[in-house]
């Protein structure tokens, strides 16, 4: 079996980076200006990605001229991804179809708790606005690690339902 | 280990406790009204477990006996596949599983949608011990042991339909009667909810926790005891008449305990399930032992040392991580806002009696 | 037939010897086992450390169960009594017997033991087809496993091996131990990645020439189903972990409410994995089943195609289900879902359970130790499957959840079902991977131990999980005294049934017999090399004459017509003795 | 993927992509490179599996917090940075086809030439996300958990959310910026061995497989910029 390999033409990779480029400037273009609602702006996106994806799924990975079987292997795994967010998207959304009680959720404090920090040295006054002389960010830099616990953990009382 | 093995002869005669609660082999009794339907398809279910293992297991036993290997004499053909026998052993079973679904799906409905106008109770699950606060602030004070620990005791009313508003203050928890044959989780930051009307009035049921929540999951217990919802004892116009029957003389004075303030700290080192960390003959728990801690000098972790006065405990109280005594870690929930000035008062009171100087202070100025 | 013109390339001399035999003094053998790209060794080396495992989870399972021998009593004097462990240290070992038990022993055991041994024997080929990638997904096992072992030896974790969130992202004094345990199971899961996608590609380009794809053994169809099902569930666990660990040490937040995560997403992201994840461990264990009762009883296999199919169906439908872990926490519109694609999955494994059933029908069947494990599959499968239509019923799940019926459930699955299954299928081959008999008599000692030890330890917890016995319970109400003492007392068995086949595969090793070829008069392609088989497998390359099941047309290899007499043809218009006669 | 076995070398004037030969348990080189590729997509489907948790976890929490999702991701990125290092990425991925295609007809200074320019494309990426996202963010305290630190500016008042909106962009864009950096060693193994003309119109398996993982990084971050900068 010699190797009977496809190989593309120069020509024809060239476009395909076009069309790339210009899809990738359309979908700049309508996100900046064009506004749909949040919905709309989602679909519109998500189609120009989905469009990119398959020039380079199709022609920059070869999936185009190779044997079916690599395309069944990205199919199975979309297809198995698909079902996981489907199923847990019907279940984070559809919590409080039957008791309304089970969709409300209490806000983690960590804004709040930036904020009293903020109060606390000073780069906001007592109610919590920006201080004005000079208001430039000379935020110091992160806390040492990520791993302080000093947060209170369990979410207190505060629910607004 | 050795205690345990000098135990053996007593507890292997000793019959199981006291049966507080008849547990028979054929599931705990049917207290809830959902019970009895939930009985019925586990029956049904069993029944048809049994029917299609014992025609397996019979086929199998029987083959292997009568076709056993015997020397020089081979196996006999036979035809290797016959498709109408497979379809019917695949979609038989899938035919009656599809009932079993919906069958269970309407009783589950049934479990997850609370009738109007039940009692709402609000449950708050924290790491170790549940707190029942029943809509006219009135909360339990009896007590049972179970699983080697004091739970406390709820009560609800005899033929009326409860509903439990529940979010928990740390873990993942999960509220489970065996009697009412239903549990839900309780998560923190969220609220779930979980209903039940128990049957017969005097009776008592384990309340359990299901869902891994630490080191004393096996301890975080509770009984609920069903009540008759009685005529009110002439009490203050409580909505819920059921509840006088239990807490008739405790609820009328619900709002003001005067009962000494040792008692009432005494009394709050259960339902508040500070005994679940901190003991009170010396042991090292969770959290520091109360025994001789009024009064005394304790070493801070950050290397301060602070001596254990009226303040310190009120501020361990409301902000636990501001100075934890050294070799402890910071497990410990804040109570603010849930303890009135009154019951920090009993608290500091009873950690006084439990050490020399702090009992001279009592003696020297009484609390009252 | 198509007959192949039996070419070898040219330095095969040297390599029709034992894979067995020492190329030389210890170091140099030493050597050569560690950087072997032979399936066969490192498939003998995963045995070896899958066995390890196995004895480390099951001596925590023994600690557990002595622990929950008596209720903890403090009588009037104060003092403790029926408590040999405090509740924190249960809950480590209660916890570090489940990640043991699934991560390190029970996903990589027969795949990686049994699967790497047999599979490019049975399909005919020399070798996987990445045999340097087969010895990558060794040493990631075995750095997967230091890294476990480096946080058990930090005093372990005590989260469960669910690691469910905001627990085990909150648990003080445990922070490098959880840290440490999950990126084991981030690099175990690679480990798992590789064999998968070895497998997967080897069935599909490895396959001697003519044979098609329903002249495999079932054991392969069974492989090649658990191949797809590592290689599409394990890279979320990958990622589920990665983030449980980013979320323990950058606080990123996915799944814990105080940082503004949610838990149930987090079950989401776990058991997505975890219930294929229960498939990866009982799809290799049906595959041996279908060998075991194949060659035992003398029969073909009762509707082939079902088997297979029902293999790949297992593998589909797996991906849809695992919401039935979460009933008590999601939502009711989802749950509803789920239970009903929950039903459709027991559909394939109970074909599976009916054909094995049929195929002892006019078969001629051997009473030996890998028999008396298939039949005894039959049995503690049987249960298993059927106490997963209760908790497949939402309302009775509702009840049963997170007790002692469930724990009961999964070890009838899981242990009657894969560790049963892997007993048999090691002594079935133990004469081809090693060349040695094992004592038949030690072996069905060894089996009527395990049997009655399993059966005492796990069917009382049925009944006490129905009665309400919550799970990962350090002290019980002394209600359930009885049950959990019968429990402990099986668990005793159990331990001398195993210690009894230990006993007896050493005594093998050392001073067994020598094995022929085809003790068993087995006809899939690995019966026809030798036993132990040569450095490439196949003297010369084989070529299909018959399928792996036509035990009514064709005398096995190796074997003495007179063993193994074959029944009259039927005078009608027999059928010829061709090559897919199913 | 193998090396060229050392003994070969000097017998032959022809470069080593000819004298290749496949390993022992193959039965000829084509079936070899074809269950090659075939194991690199199932490998590319574990990576798109593992970048689909984070999708998942992207969609849930938009659902859930829409408004935060609304105005969070247009006051913390800025869509410039992220057009940029798309089209960067975009031209890297041509330059990766035209590699393969240059050994495919044995331009062997072609095949180095597009190398080099997708390693600096890489590079180029890497740098523009760290140099002006990361550390600015850093400074800020524009991060995840209790160390965000950040109190909102030019009247943005940070919502109870952003905390995880920012958990979110840090650990796609993290777990997605080591695989660029994974490409990029592959990418440079690739050119080490081109130097010594490992590739050529006969055997050029590792460096087509390579040229899938990079086309692979770059379709990840085809969905993650819309998603993150632009829609928000």
């Keep these: ?161 | ?368 | ?582 | 993927m193998t090396t060229i076995p050392a003994h070969d070398n000097e017998n032959a004037g022809a470069a080593n992509w000819e004298r290749y030969r496949h390993q022992p348990h193959w039965r000829n080189n084509q079936d070899e490179y074809d269950a090659a590729k075939f194991g690199m997509w199932l490998f590319l489907s574990t990576e798109l599996l593992l970048f689909s948790g984070m999708f998942v976890a992207y969609t849930i929490f938009r659902i859930m917090h829409t408004e935060t999702w609304g105005n969070a991701s247009h006051h913390y990125l800025d869509w410039r940075i992220g057009a940029i290092n798309t089209v960067v990425l975009l031209i890297s991925s041509w330059t990766m086809v035209m590699a393969i295609r240059s050994a495919q007809v044995n331009h062997q200074r072609a095949l180095r030439f597009h190398l080099v320019v997708t390693i600096l494309c890489g590079l180029f990426f890497l740098g523009a996300k760290v140099g002006f996202e990361y550390l600015p963010k850093l400074a800020k305290g524009e991060v995840p958990g209790s160390a965000f630190d950040y109190i909102g500016s030019h009247g943005y008042v940070p919502s109870d959310y952003d905390p995880l909106f920012l958990g979110l962009y840090w650990v796609a864009t993290a777990i997605h910026g080591s695989h660029v950096l994974i490409g990029v060693g592959l990418l440079t193994w690739c050119l080490l061995r081109a130097g010594k003309k490992h590739f050529g119109p006969k055997h050029f398996t590792a460096l087509e497989n390579v040229g899938l993982f990079w086309h692979l990084v770059d379709l990840i971050w085809i969905f993650l910029f819309p998603l993150l900068y632009l829609v928000g």
């Design chain 1, 1 to 161: 079996m010699a190797h009977e390999h496809h190989i593309p033409s120069a020509r024809f990779m060239t476009i395909i980076l076009g069309l790339l480029l210009t899809a990738t400037a359309l979908t700049v273009y309508t996100a900046l200006k064009i506004d749909l609602g949040q919905v709309g702006n989602l679909i519109i996106a998500l189609l120009i990605a989905a469009f990119k994806a398959a020039l380079v799924v199709g022609f920059f990975m070869h999936l185009h001229w190779d044997n079916r079987f690599n395309a069944c292997v990205l199919l199975y795994c979309l297809i198995a991804a698909g079902t996981f967010l489907l199923f847990t998207t019907i279940d984070m959304t559809s919590r409080g179809a039957v008791d309304p009680w089970r969709a409300v959720t209490t806000p983690p404090p960590l804004v709040d708790n930036a904020r009293e920090r903020a109060i606390a040295d000073g780069r906001l006054d007592e109610h919590g606005n920006p201080v004005d002389e000079h208001a430039e960010d000379h935020g110091h830099s992160a806390e040492s690690d990520g791993t302080d616990h000093g947060a209170d953990h369990g979410a207190d009382e505060n629910v607004s339902h």
């Design chain 2, 1 to 368: 280990m050795i205690s345990t093995l000098a135990y053996i002869p007593e507890l292997l005669l000793a019959s199981a406790a006291p049966q507080t609660i008849k547990l028979g082999v054929g599931l705990s009794r049917q207290s809830s009204t959902l019970a009895a339907n939930h009985d019925l398809l586990f029956w049904f279910i069993t029944w048809l477990c049994v029917f299609f293992f014992v025609l397996l297991m019979g086929l199998g036993i029987f083959f292997t006996i009568k076709y056993r290997r015997r020397p020089g004499v081979p196996q006999q053909r036979c035809v290797a596949h016959n498709t109408p026998l497979e379809l019917l052993w695949s979609l038989g079973p899938l035919v009656i599983l599809i009932g079993i679904f919906f069958w269970a799906f309407d009783l589950y409905m049934d479990a997850h949608v609370a009738p109007a106008g039940a009692e709402e109770v609000t449950v708050v699950a924290q790491k170790w011990n549940w707190s029942w606060t029943y809509d006219n602030g009135a909360a339990t004070r009896e007590f049972a042991n179970v699983a080697n620990t004091d739970v406390p005791v709820f009560a609800v009313p005899a033929g009326k339909p409860v509903k439990l508003i529940m979010t928990s203050r740390d873990v993942i928890h999960a509220l489970y009667v065996p009697d009412f044959r239903t549990k839900i989780d309780v998560f923190p930051g969220r609220y779930t909810t979980l209903w039940f009307e128990a049957m017969e009035a005097g009776e008592e049921h384990y309340l359990f926790c299901a869902e891994y929540c630490g080191d004393q999951h096996s301890q975080m217990a509770a009984v609920i005891k069903v009540l008759e919802p009685g005529v009110t004892a002439g009490g203050p116009p409580a909505n819920i008449p059921w509840q006088d029957e239990l807490y008739g003389d405790w609820k009328s004075r619900m709002a003001f305990d005067d009962r000494p303030l040792k008692e009432v700290g005494a009394t709050l080192y259960i339902t508040k399930a500070c005994n679940s960390c901190h003991s009170i003959d010396g042991s090292v728990g969770t959290g520091p032992s109360w025994l001789n801690v009024y009064g005394s000098e304790e070493k801070i972790t950050g290397g301060t040392t602070v001596t254990v006065d009226e303040n310190y405990i009120r501020e361990s109280i409301l902000v636990p991580a501001a100075k934890i005594v050294e070799g402890f870690s910071n497990q410990m929930n804040s109570f603010q806002g849930q303890l009135t000035e009154r019951e920090i008062m009993a608290l500091i009171t009873y950690i006084k009696s439990l050490s020399e100087e702090g009992r001279v202070e009592l003696e020297a100025a009484p609390a009252e």
């Design chain 3, 1 to 582: 037939m198509t007959t192949t013109t039996a070419h070898d390339n040219g330095h095969h001399g040297h390599h029709d010897v034992s894979y067995l035999k020492p190329k030389g003094g210890a170091l140099v053998t030493i050597w050569d086992w560690m950087t072997t790209i032979d399936h066969k060794k490192i498939g003998v080396m995963y045995l070896f450390a899958t066995l390890l495992a196995f004895f480390v989870g099951g001596v925590f399972a023994l600690l557990v169960r002595a622990e929950l021998l008596f209720p903890t009593v403090t009588n009037a004097a104060g003092d403790v009594t029926g408590q040999i462990f405090d509740p924190s240290t249960y809950n480590r070992l209660f916890t570090l017997h489940g990640a043991v038990m699934v991560f390190l022993f029970i996903i990589p055991s027969t795949p990686a033991a049994l699967g790497n041994f047999l599979l490019p024997l049975m399909i005919g080929a020399k070798d996987v087809a990445f045999p340097r990638l087969n010895l990558l997904s060794w040493y990631v096992y075995v750095f997967g496993s230091v890294v476990a072992l480096i946080a058990i030896g930090l005093s372990g974790v005590d989260t469960g091996w669910t690691f469910y969130t905001p627990y085990s992202t909150s648990t003080e004094g445990e922070h490098w131990q959880v840290v440490f345990m999950t990126l084991g199971v981030f690099i175990l899961g690679f480990s798992s990645i590789f064999t998968g996608m070895n497998f997967v590609v080897t069935v599909h380009k490895l396959r001697a020439p003519g044979m098609g794809w329903f002249d495999m053994p079932l054991f392969v169809w069974a492989i090649y189903a658990t191949a797809i099902i590592q290689v599409l569930a394990t890279p979320v666990l990958g990622v589920t972990v990665l983030l449980l660990t980013l979320e323990r040490v950058f606080q990123i937040g996915f799944f814990d409410p105080a940082l503004g995560g949610d838990p149930v997403l987090y079950q989401h992201f776990f058991w997505f994995y975890s219930h294929p994840a229960v498939y990866i461990m009982i799809l290799p264990g049906m595959g041996i089943m279908s060998e075991l009762v194949g060659v035992h009883a003398r029969k073909k296999i009762f509707g082939y195609r079902a088997v297979a199919f029902s293999s790949m169906g297992i593998a589909a439908i797996s991906f849809i289900v695992w919401g039935h872990h979460l009933f008590t926490s999601e939502g009711e519109l989802v749950s509803a879902i789920f239970s009903f694609l929950t039903f459709l999955v027991a559909i394939p494994s109970a074909i599976k359970v009916f054909n094995w059933v049929a195929t002892l029908y006019k078969g001629s069947i051997a009473i030996n130790t890998p028999m008396c494990y298939a039949l005894a599959f039959l049995f503690t499968f049987s249960i298993g499957g059927l106490t997963g239509i209760y908790l497949g019923a939402l309302a009775v799940d509702l009840h049963l959840h997170d007790t002692y019926f469930i724990v009961a459930h999964f070890h009838y699955v899981m242990m009657g079902g894969a560790v049963i299954a892997f007993l048999g299928g090691i002594h079935h081959w133990w004469p081809k991977m090693f060349g040695k008999m094992y004592d038949e008599r030690a072996g069905l000692l060894g089996f009527t131990l395990v049997f009655i030890g399993f059966n005492l330890t796990f069917f009382p917890q049925f009944l006490m999980g129905a009665n309400g016995m919550p799970r990962r319970y350090a002290t019980y109400v002394a209600d359930y005294e009885p049950f959990h003492q019968a429990s402990t007392i099986g668990s005793w068995i159990l331990l001398a049934g195993f210690l009894v086949h230990l006993g007896a595969f050493i005594h093998s090793l050392v001073a067994g017999k020598p094995a022929p070829a085809n003790p068993w008069g087995g006809l899939s392609l690995e019966w026809e090399a030798e036993s132990p088989p040569i450095e490439h497998n196949f003297a010369h390359e084989p070529v299909i004459h018959h399928g792996p099941y036509d035990f009514d047309d064709v005398v096995p290899p190796h074997c003495d017509p007179a063993d193994y007499p074959l029944p009259e043809p039927i005078e009608s218009d027999s059928v010829a003795p061709g090559k897919h006669a199913h």
